[in-house]
């Protein structure tokens, strides 16, 4: 049996030799005071988030990466990186909503790709639009929030990012072997929108089962990442569009959804940085009744009124010495705009961040940082990625958040 046991492990080791198999991950814990008060509403104390003392996981994941040489400069590789929660060990979020990326394989990020230097195609659950590379070193890689990526988030606000992690994708990137300073640029198509998957409606295609008609689900996501990035200067352009947002145009809530933003930065040291990212927000119902509605609501609950708004924002990070690194953040929301173009009153929002970093090694550090978003009456933009905030914040509260927090990579 030993032997048996030796032989199958010796196999084992000689058919995996010529691949490699990279274990990683972040472990990010906060300790903060959140609240978000202020609100607008007719009976405002009720709807008020008071301040509460957390200690809350932000962005901590665990993956693996599979690399093989295929010979030839071609390479076949896969990963699977999952949101993990060390706060509470569970799925959900601070609000008790589930966070869906954590706590199930793959649901930051799983898919499966071949290559070369010239070339990569990934099929898979895959991050998109929301990412900002050099331009914005705030969030949950360098702090546990920030305010820039609120206000570009798929689910808060009179108007949100069309796209963020996406199921379904197929994406195709340019390496520096074929596009040199524009090296990690992309283009990709997703055959469901993630929140979508699974939901059975169809605008065009039905098939009949033995329990009747069946119908089949058409929403989509696709979009394009342009990256440079040559000496000191780095600069992006992304686009995304979710097409058919609830998979039936007779439904009311059926919407495309379109995002954009720009950014360029200046590396004026080493390890420091300025950067200015523009964006812009567009929301297009199917139905002629929601596309002229009055807008009543915001975030995922907004269900008519078609809608357009921009804004945007200003990121520093400067290195102090000595592995101590400051930062800084600003963020401005416009007034949204209705189908008629007119602008809706008071749907703007501001945003501030503050923050420290001091890097104990490669590999941890710790930080603490101030930050505040100020929502104008009529809008509600919030600290959401990964279900961050306590609960729901209303129209005009201000969530405010202050953190000390320690960050280890593996």
């Known amino acids: 049996m030993k032997k048996s046991l030796i032989a199958i492990a010796a196999l084992t080791a000689a058919a995996g030799a010529s691949a490699q198999v990279t274990l990683y991950g972040r472990a990010n814990l906060v300790v903060d005071s959140y609240s978000a008060t202020g609100s607008t509403g007719a009976n405002p104390m009720p709807t008020d988030i008071a301040a509460r003392t957390r200690v809350i996981d932000s962005g901590s994941r665990i993956g693996f990466r599979v690399n093989e040489d295929l010979g030839g400069g071609a390479r076949a590789f896969a990963v699977c990186e999952t949101g993990v929660n060390f706060d509470n060990g569970?799925?959900?979020?601070?609000?008790?909503?589930?966070?869906?990326?954590?706590?199930?394989?793959?649901s930051r990020e799983g898919h499966l790709g071949y290559g070369n230097k010239s070339w990569e195609t990934r099929i898979g659950r895959q991050n998109v639009f929301w990412t900002h590379g050099e331009l914005n070193q705030t969030g949950a890689n360098f702090l546990g929030a920030d305010v820039q990526g609120a206000f570009q988030s798929p689910s808060s606000g009179m108007s949100f990012g069309a796209a963020s992690r996406v199921?379904?994708?197929?994406?195709?990137?340019?390496?520096?072997?074929?596009?040199?300073?524009?090296?990690?640029?992309?283009?990709?198509?997703?055959?469901?929108?993630?929140?979508?998957?699974?939901?059975?409606?169809?605008t065009s295609t039905t098939a009949v089962g033995t329990n009747g008609t069946t119908a089949i689900a058409t929403g989509?996501?696709?979009?394009?990442?342009?990256?440079?990035?040559?000496?000191?200067?780095?600069?992006?352009?992304?686009?995304?569009?979710?097409?058919d947002s609830a998979n039936n145009i007779a439904l009311a809530t059926n919407a495309d959804r379109t995002s954009m933003k720009t950014g360029a930065g200046f590396k004026y040291a080493k390890q420091s940085l300025v950067s200015v990212t523009i964006w812009e927000h567009e929301t297009v119902f199917s139905l002629a009744a929601s596309k002229t509605a009055t807008v009543t609501a915001v975030g995922p609950a907004a269900q008519a009124g078609d809608r357009k708004q921009?804004?945007?924002?200003?990121?520093?990070?400067?290195?102090?010495?000595?592995?101590?690194?400051?930062?800084?953040?600003?963020?401005?929301?416009?007034?949204?705009?209705?189908?008629?173009?007119?602008?809706?009153?008071?749907?703007?929002?501001?945003?501030?961040?503050?923050?420290?970093?001091?890097?104990?090694?490669?590999?941890?550090?710790?930080y603490a940082a101030a930050m505040q978003i100020n929502n104008d009456r009529n809008n509600a933009i919030n600290f959401t990625g990964g279900a961050y905030a306590p609960g729901v914040s209303q129209l005009g509260a201000d969530p405010k958040i202050f953190q000390v927090g320690m960050m280890h990579n593996f």
Not at 224 to 241: E, I, R
């Open 90 to 106: 569970g799925a959900a979020g601070q609000s008790g909503a589930p966070n869906a990326s954590a706590n199930t394989f793959c």
């Open 220 to 243: 989509s996501v696709m979009g394009v990442k342009l990256n440079f990035s040559q000496g000191p200067w780095v600069a992006m352009f992304d686009y995304a569009k979710q097409a």
């Open 310 to 366: 921009s804004g945007w924002g200003l990121n520093l990070v400067h290195d102090l010495g000595a592995g101590l690194f400051a930062y800084g953040q600003y963020a401005k929301m416009g007034n949204a705009k209705g189908v008629t173009g007119v602008a809706l009153v008071d749907t703007g929002a501001t945003g501030l961040l503050i923050g420290v970093r001091k890097n104990l090694s490669a590999r941890t550090g710790v």
């Open 167 to 202: 199921d379904n994708t197929i994406l195709f990137q340019v390496n520096q072997g074929m596009a040199g300073s524009f090296a990690g640029s992309h283009f990709y198509y997703s055959t469901t929108a993630g929140e979508n998957k699974g939901t059975p409606f169809s």
